[in-house]
């Protein structure tokens, strides 16, 4: 598969496995719109890839934000073009206690880990599948296919979004877009 010429937004791209995906897909070609909490983070890599020869552009936002995520995705497709292909990357994960529960923090997870991947396919999905074509993609984990002890929110959060992607895989497989889980 070539990803020359195409357009692709990753969220969670301020670091890590985010940060490498937007560098691998500009090296390729490809335009790269990345999204995260970090403005400064988010800039370097621009810079890096621009420097390199590639095509960038950031926008910030919070994906437990269900607007900033739409809107900050919208940016960059104006900005860059049609978007071909979503990394939904972001995630965040600590663990779940007992004694107190940590609710708020299991919340959080649910937001940035489940939901952030829905508000960044809200974001996308109806260009595509109006242009129908395009590729949703989002970063899991194996810890989701198994609840451990003191990981339970990670892994049920992980899990929810296994399960969305499977569901959406099905309905949009013959309205030219493709689903990919990580």
Known sequence: MSFANQVSIITGASSGIGWELAKALA????????????????EALVKEIQSAGGKAAFAVADVSDRGQTVAAIHVLRDQLGPIDILIANSGVG???TLEPLNIDEVE???KVNTLGVVYAIEAVLP???QRGKGHLAAVSSLASYLGMPGESGYCASKAAVNV?????????RRRGIAVTLI
């Open 27 to 42: 090296a390729q070609g490809c335009a790269v719109g990345v999204l995260a909490r970090r403005k400064d983070q988010l």
């Open 94 to 96: 600590v663990p779940t």
């Open 108 to 110: 959080v997870m649910f």
């Open 127 to 129: 260009d595509m599948l």
């Open 164 to 172: 969305y992607l499977e569901g959406l895989r099905v309905q949009l």
